[in-house]
């Protein structure tokens, strides 16, 4: 589904936005079932938390062909191409994993993705489970992509921006299952706490357009839709 001019305009301004069309019931319980399993046989890369349990696998593109499936899916790339272009690459060092959020992890990590606008990427936020105030949804401080970049990215002990009060202003954004979040890289956001027995399970992928002045193939991105264009001008 195609965004309209109005829902363009509000991920310019807030810097997020719902995507108005959520993934297939049927391919949210495959990706569920191919996690679990994957946590369950520990396929690596895996990262534990503090108590040894599995809470991230890592490195999704090429893990399974489930995975390839749902971050090329039209549901994400058809808006994707309203705000960045019809020339997209997904970004494999950058988000491109699968989290548990369980209870005891930390809560309020806000952060940013990337340190300045030049480098800014589309996050999307896959939630494979319903995400709400109890179990950890995602919080984000509406329009803070269009503040200053800054020399970090994790934003908890940075002191002027706790004495500026901007935290103090983010919004939880519940999502049920199958619903999708994209979010502009800078804008600052943190996943809430998980107060709850179960867990919040979601996937994190980063998308770019395709940058024109790069002469040189990265092997850490892939061409998800449309070509790769050079218009340098050094020929």
Same mark, same amino acid.
């Given at each position: 589904?195609?965004?309209?001019?109005?829902?363009?305009?509000?991920?310019?301004?807030?810097?997020?936005?719902?995507?108005?069309?959520?993934?297939?019931? %049927?391919? $949210?319980?495959?990706?569920? &079932?191919? =996690?679990?399993?994957?946590?369950?046989? %520990?396929? @690596? #890369? =895996?990262?534990?938390?503090?108590?040894?349990?599995?809470?991230?696998?890592?490195?999704?593109?090429?893990?399974? /062909?489930?995975?390839?499936?749902?971050?090329?899916? /039209?549901?994400? *790339?058809? #808006?994707?191409?309203?705000?960045?272009?019809?020339? =997209?690459?997904?970004?494999?060092?950058? !988000?491109?994993?699968?989290? +548990?959020?369980? @209870?005891?992890?930390?809560?309020?990590?806000? !952060?940013?993705?990337? *340190?300045?606008?030049?480098?800014?990427?589309?996050?999307?936020?896959?939630?494979? &489970?319903?995400?709400?105030? &109890?179990?950890?949804?995602?919080?984000?401080?509406?329009?803070? !992509?269009?503040? /200053?970049?800054?020399?970090?990215?994790?934003?908890?002990?940075? %002191? #002027?921006?706790?004495?500026?009060?901007?935290?103090?202003?983010?919004?939880?954004? #519940?999502?049920?299952?199958?619903? +999708?979040?994209?979010?502009?890289?800078?804008?600052?956001?943190?996943?809430?706490?998980?107060?709850?027995?179960?867990?919040?399970?979601?996937?994190?992928?980063?998308? !770019?357009?395709?940058? %024109?002045?790069?002469?040189?193939?990265?092997?850490?991105? $892939?061409?998800?839709?449309?070509?790769?264009?050079?218009?340098?001008?050094?020929?």
């Amino acid at each position: 589904m195609r965004l309209t001019a109005e829902q363009v305009f509000l991920f310019r301004h807030n810097g997020f936005l719902k995507l108005p069309e959520p993934l297939p019931a %049927e391919m $949210v319980s495959r990706l569920k &079932e191919t =996690i679990e399993r994957h946590i369950r046989d %520990e396929i @690596a #890369p =895996i990262v534990r938390d503090r108590q040894g349990r599995i809470v991230r696998i890592s490195n999704l593109w090429g893990r399974a /062909p489930t995975f390839d499936e749902a971050l090329t899916s /039209p549901v994400i *790339l058809d #808006p994707l191409a309203d705000l960045i272009g019809e020339n =997209i690459e997904l970004i494999l060092n950058r !988000h491109n994993h699968a989290t +548990l959020r369980l @209870a005891e992890d930390p809560g309020n990590y806000f !952060h940013r993705d990337i *340190l300045q606008w030049t480098r800014s990427i589309v996050t999307v936020l896959f939630y494979l &489970e319903d995400t709400n105030l &109890e179990n950890g949804c995602t919080w984000v401080v509406p329009g803070t !992509h269009l503040l /200053p970049g800054l020399a970090t990215t994790t934003l908890a002990d940075h %002191e #002027p921006v706790l004495r500026s009060g901007v935290l103090e202003q983010a919004v939880p954004v #519940p999502i049920p299952a199958g619903g +999708l979040l994209a979010m502009n890289s800078l804008v600052m956001h943190s996943p809430g706490e998980n107060r709850t027995p179960g867990s919040r399970m979601s996937m994190t992928v980063g998308y !770019h357009s395709v940058d %024109e002045l790069a002469a040189v193939v990265d092997p850490r991105r $892939v061409l998800v839709r449309g070509e790769r264009v050079y218009l340098g001008n050094d020929r």
